[in-house]
């Protein structure tokens, strides 16, 4: 029997993996002026002649990313460490 290729998208299929919640705070970032530093837990600073409602929105966006990007990387490792300590 042939396999059916998954026509989903691809951001569908990523909807709980890092990358997608890395890709999403580059996009932010850019969006926001900046480059994306993944190793940073807060918004870059509101860039000059963007409105401050719109810089609070696109902020509270990017802390519910990172937020959810942590908690990701907190269930992968969680992950390799049962696997790690299974083994012992």
Not at 13 to 38: C, F, I, T
Not at 62 to 68: I, P, Q
Not at 74 to 83: C, T
Request: net charge positive; glycine share 4%.
């Amino acid at each position: 029997m042939q396999k059916v290729p998954d026509l989903t998208y691809r951001s569908s299929q990523l909807s709980g993996d890092m990358q997608y919640y890395h890709r999403q705070l580059e996009k932010l970032s850019l969006l926001l002026g900046s480059k994306y530093n993944a190793t940073s837990l807060y918004p870059p600073e509101k860039p000059k002649g963007m409105h401050w409602r719109t810089y609070e929105r696109h902020a509270q966006r990017y802390l519910e990313l990172v937020e959810k990007r942590e908690e990701a990387f907190m269930k992968g490792a969680e992950a390799v460490l049962k696997r790690f300590y299974k083994h012992d």
